[in-house]
């Protein structure tokens, strides 16, 4: 293993470090180990708070910032944060409108943010859950009961912040989260295993010619191992997954995410064939991003996401957003 780290145990901690010091708009928790907005709390504002195991960076703390996050829970690698660090980060951006949580549908994450709202209920703050379960693949996982939650939580965090940004009441803003969650689908592909660096080994074995079809954020199995194949019925297979399971309508916002080990040259490439397939079916391609934002530490495979997109999410999406991690229109 060769990775740019002082010690494995410390990897979290001082990447968090890392970040208040590149971004001072940011504020770090180190005890509680939250990230916060430098000017949270803002009176009146409904706050949004995420999180998850680290590893999947930019998200979720390179996504706290005006126009998405208020703060974020980073959890050891692949491991969620516990209630007590996302009740203090709850409490820490709570501006009395309350809070909404934004969670990955994993078994331990939903568990332990279930927890923090009732421990964040009992000291008066009301907080609304929106979950996240957008991946097609596969019913349930190695880690969840039900879909898990990829690609699709960037477009809940930017579109509901917005919508909180701009004056949204809390149901207001769940609402919207729940909606663009329903009108999103992802499907991956791995074509290499990402290594944790307390392991040093690659998370699972896969062979040169082979690729994991469907796979999750950390390695969790899809729906199959395949040989590897041309770009194009790739992306044509994942469409017709994500086509399958989800009515998208004419109109959709577009997410070929990198896990962290793909060149952005092999991501156009994706996402040229993604946009001829969708024209061909008259979709159109109403916003895009195309690199790594919802990653697995440097496993080498892609995601794609489509959410169905009307009047509304289009403006919110729209709106200014200033984080680490995705910058636009302020």
């Given at each position: 293993?060769?990775?740019?780290?002082?010690?494995?145990?410390?990897?979290?901690?001082?990447?968090?470090?890392?970040?208040?010091?590149?971004?001072?708009?940011?504020?770090?928790?180190?005890?509680?180990?939250?990230?916060?907005?430098?000017?949270?709390?803002?009176?009146?504002?409904?706050?949004?708070?995420?999180?998850?195991?680290?590893?999947?960076?930019?998200?979720?703390?390179?996504?706290?910032?005006?126009?998405?996050?208020?703060?974020?829970?980073?959890?050891?690698?692949?491991?969620?944060?516990?209630?007590?660090?996302?009740?203090?980060?709850?409490?820490?951006?709570?501006?009395?409108?309350?809070?909404?949580?934004?969670?990955?549908?994993?078994?331990?994450?939903?568990?332990?943010?279930?927890?923090?709202?009732?421990?964040?209920?009992?000291?008066?703050?009301?907080?609304?859950?929106?979950?996240?379960?957008?991946?097609?693949?596969?019913?349930?996982?190695?880690w969840t009961a039900g879909r898990?939650?990829?690609?699709?939580?960037l477009l809940v965090e930017k579109?509901?912040?917005?919508?909180?940004?701009?004056?949204?009441?809390?149901?207001?803003?769940?609402?919207?989260?729940?909606?663009?969650?329903?009108?999103?689908?992802?499907?991956?592909?791995?074509?290499?295993?990402?290594?944790?660096?307390?392991?040093?080994?690659?998370?699972?074995?896969?062979?040169?010619?082979?690729?994991?079809?469907?796979?999750?954020?950390?390695?969790?199995?899809?729906?199959?191992?395949?040989?590897?194949?041309?770009?194009?019925?790739?992306?044509?297979?994942?469409?017709?997954?994500?086509?399958?399971?989800?009515?998208?309508?004419?109109?959709?916002?577009?997410?070929?995410?990198?896990?962290?080990?793909?060149?952005?040259i092999e991501l156009y490439v994706?996402?040229?064939?993604?946009?001829?397939?969708?024209?061909?079916?008259?979709?159109?391609?109403?916003?895009?991003?195309?690199?790594?934002?919802?990653?697995?530490?440097?496993?080498?495979?892609?995601?794609?996401?489509?959410?169905?997109?009307?009047?509304?999410?289009?403006?919110?999406?729209?709106?200014?957003?200033?984080?680490?991690?995705?910058?636009?229109?302020?």
């Amino acid at each position: 293993m060769k990775k740019f780290i002082n010690d494995p145990a410390d990897v979290v901690a001082e990447a968090l470090t890392g970040l208040a010091a590149a971004h001072p708009e940011l504020r770090v928790d180190a005890a509680e180990q939250y990230v916060a907005r430098a000017d949270a709390p803002r009176a009146g504002k409904v706050a949004l708070v995420s999180g998850g195991g680290s590893g999947h960076e930019p998200l979720h703390g390179g996504f706290v910032g005006a126009g998405m996050l208020d703060a974020a829970c980073p959890g050891e690698i692949f491991t969620s944060p516990v209630p007590d660090q996302i009740l203090a980060a709850t409490k820490a951006v709570d501006g009395g409108a309350g809070v909404v949580h934004v969670v990955k549908n994993y078994t331990g994450d939903v568990m332990n943010f279930q927890l923090a709202a009732e421990m964040a209920a009992d000291e008066g703050i009301t907080v609304e859950t929106v979950l996240v379960d957008d991946d097609v693949a596969v019913e349930n996982s190695t880690w969840t009961a039900g879909r898990r939650g990829t690609g699709a939580t960037l477009l809940v965090e930017k579109i509901a912040g917005a919508r909180a940004e701009e004056g949204g009441k809390l149901a207001e803003v769940a609402a919207i989260g729940r909606r663009v969650n329903a009108n999103s689908g992802s499907f991956a592909y791995a074509l290499r295993a990402g290594t944790t660096p307390a392991s040093g080994q690659p998370g699972f074995d896969l062979p040169e010619d082979e690729i994991e079809v469907g796979v999750g954020i950390h390695g969790e199995p899809g729906r199959r191992r395949e040989k590897l194949r041309a770009a194009r019925e790739l992306v044509g297979s994942a469409l017709d997954a994500i086509l399958e399971a989800k009515e998208v309508g004419d109109r959709v916002i577009v997410l070929v995410n990198g896990l962290g080990g793909t060149p952005l040259i092999e991501l156009y490439v994706v996402y040229g064939e993604l946009s001829k397939i969708l024209e061909q079916k008259r979709i159109t391609i109403a916003r895009r991003l195309v690199g790594d934002y919802v990653t697995s530490l440097d496993m080498a495979g892609l995601s794609i996401t489509l959410t169905a997109a009307d009047d509304e999410i289009l403006r919110l999406w729209d709106a200014p957003v200033v984080t680490p991690g995705l910058r636009w229109g302020a």
